[in-house]
């Protein structure tokens, strides 16, 4: 089955059992059943058999899943079979927490460069990783044919990144600026706003049954304005 017929949301997840997998061969667990990727994951065990029948069967009823395997096929289901070369815009914090991250921490990924525009970073390095000049960003897209970049920049300078990329020959981009970027036809953009997500979590930070007494009071009292205005 194509890539394009499946969800998004599964797609998402591949990468989280990915993860797993790695953990577990790493502590020598040679099989997992769907329940104990459960555990691990947050998700279902029918969600996780689900997902990965979308693909094929890949396990044995009532043994499970083969760890090394499974993680085999996951690999080549994304497209990690071979190291994907990316390019990060943008060597401020995030750029670079980033840039570090993936260069010590993800064995699928090589950063091959990041570019900015400040004159005082370009030129240094982010580990072993050079900074070098946005002028010469869309030589260097073309010349090792990238497909994959980072937009760690600010707002204002996301969308001309994007418009450069693109032209350039990328067509997925992670989209860490604080706006949506218009892109072409066939250009994936997965935004990742990290002031939104830190927002949504403040839900959980407050004590639930004080805030439906205080929505509860508040929604009274608007009742009680319309009535007085009727």
Same mark, same amino acid.
């Given at each position: 089955m194509s890539k394009i017929s499946i969800s998004k949301s599964v797609i998402k997840r591949l990468p989280i059992y990915l993860r797993i997998l790695d953990q577990l061969i790493e502590r020598d667990i040679e099989l997992v059943s769907s329940k104990q990727m459960s555990k691990e994951s947050g998700f279902t065990a029918e969600q996780i058999r689900k997902d990965l029948a979308y693909f094929g069967a890949f396990g044995t009823r009532g043994a499970g899943y083969t760890t090394s395997f499974l993680r085999d096929k996951i690999i080549n289901i994304i497209g990690l079979d071979k190291t994907i070369n990316t390019v990060i815009f943008?060597?401020?914090?995030?750029?670079?927490?980033?840039?570090?991250y993936n260069a010590a921490k993800n064995p699928y990924i090589n950063v091959a460069a990041v570019f900015d525009r400040d004159s005082r970073l370009v030129g240094k390095k982010i580990d072993d990783i050079r900074i070098y000049p946005i002028d010469e960003a869309a030589e260097f897209l073309e010349q090792n044919r990238i497909k994959v970049a980072i937009i760690a =920049? /600010?707002? +204002?300078?996301?969308?001309?990144? !994007? @418009? $450069?990329?693109?032209?350039?020959?990328?067509?997925?981009?992670?989209?860490?600026?604080?706006?949506?970027?218009? =892109? /072409?036809? +066939?250009?994936?953009?997965?935004? !990742? @706003? $990290?002031?939104?997500?830190?927002?949504?979590?403040?839900?959980?930070?407050?004590e639930e049954e004080e805030r439906k007494k205080r929505l509860?009071?508040?929604?009274?009292?608007?009742?009680?304005?319309?009535?007085l205005i009727e």
């Open positions: 943008g060597a401020g914090h995030l750029g670079t927490a980033f840039t570090r =920049v /600010p707002a +204002g300078d996301a969308q001309g990144v !994007a @418009d $450069l990329i693109t032209a350039h020959g990328v067509v997925a981009i992670l989209n860490f600026a604080p706006i949506k970027l218009k =892109v /072409p036809p +066939g250009v994936y953009v997965h935004n !990742a @706003d $990290l002031t939104l997500e830190l927002q949504s979590i403040i839900y959980y930070s407050s509860r009071k508040e929604n009274g009292k608007d009742k009680s304005s319309k009535l």
